[in-house]
């Protein structure tokens, strides 16, 4: 079985790599844009809302204590 040259070792290297950080080769120059509205009808993003507005409130309730 023939060795792999360098050129096909890096290639492999580079996809393991941007599937092991869930990035998409060619995707690098996303701006933060397209990330608007990502969570949009999402339950569990919702439910993290909504607690993180529970702490806020029992904050400013303790704040003014």
Sequence with gaps: MAQ???EERV???EKTVAELTGRKPGL???D???TVGMFAN????KEIQEEG???RDAERR???S
């Design 11 to 13: 290639e492999a290297l």
């Design 42 to 45: 999402d339950p569990v993003m």
């Design 62 to 64: 303790d704040a003014w």
């Design 32 to 34: 933060w844009q397209s």
């Design 53 to 55: 507005r529970k702490i």
């Design 28 to 30: 690098e120059n996303k």
């Design 4 to 6: 792999p040259t360098l």
